[in-house]
């Protein structure tokens, strides 16, 4: 069964500091890797979409994929309260007509 | 960016009763999903919603519990039928562009 697997946390990390949040998946044909934040009450939100090999920087948030150990990170740069959240690690195969799975979820907490 | 409209936002049902919830989303989308997220838990795909055809069910949910319409590529319907508290969820449809996967407000169902 494909799976996608994140510590729960909570992390905790303080105010102006590297949030690392981490993520492996099962399934070698996933193509495109996704990471999502959830506020309490709220829907996921897309933050960062990764396919190839490397890094993406979009603002204060990176995403790093390796394919060949089968994970895919997030950093978070100075992080904020307003980063609190769970995060969602999501993957997709290669298929157009493929479903997506999340992970369970990494709850992180910036403290002031 | 795209958006979905999702109702009812919440409802509480008495046991053995049926919910429809709606999803409509402002422009096409090549997929639409459902998903079901317990308290404090992530994300669990119910079924993909197939334009014109029968739903594709994961594996722990049937048709006759989790009846699901897509009449368009904007609309679909996901009933809960013959509720009990286990029902007791949040219910998100969600719409995948080809690019990205962005959600509904979610349906927050308490069954008594």
């Known amino acids: 069964q494909k799976e996608v697997e994140q510590n729960s946390g909570p992390l905790s990390v303080p105010e102006g500091a590297i949030a690392s949040l981490n993520c492996t998946y099962s399934d070698r044909v996933s193509q495109s890797f996704f990471w999502y934040r959830q506020y309490s009450g709220k829907s996921p939100e897309l933050i960062m979409s990764?396919?190839?090999?490397g890094d993406k920087e979009d603002g204060r948030f990176t995403a790093q994929l390796n394919k060949a150990s089968q994970y895919v990170s997030l950093l978070i740069r100075d992080s904020q309260p307003s980063d609190s959240a769970t995060y969602l690690c999501?993957?997709?195969?290669?298929?157009?007509?493929?479903?997506?799975?999340f992970g369970s979820g990494t709850r992180l907490s910036i403290r002031p | 960016s795209a958006v979905i409209s999702q109702k009812p936002s919440r409802d509480i049902c008495q046991r053995g009763t049926s919910l429809t919830i709606q999803c409509q989303v402002d422009s096409q989308v090549t997929m639409m999903f459902w998903y079901r997220q317990q308290p404090g838990q992530s994300l669990t795909l119910i079924a993909t919603?197939?334009?014109?055809?029968?739903?594709?069910?994961e594996s722990g949910f049937v048709i006759d519990k989790f009846p699901i319409s897509r009449p368009n590529l904007t609309f679909s319907t996901l009933t809960v039928s013959n509720m009990s508290p286990e029902d007791s969820s949040i219910y998100l449809c969600s719409g995948w562009t080809g690019e990205k996967l962005f959600f509904g407000s979610g349906t927050q169902l308490s069954v008594l």
């Open positions: 999501a993957v997709k195969e290669r298929s157009s007509a493929s479903k997506i799975i």
């Open positions: 919603a197939n334009q014109g055809s029968e739903a594709t069910y």
């Open positions: 990764i396919y190839s090999n």
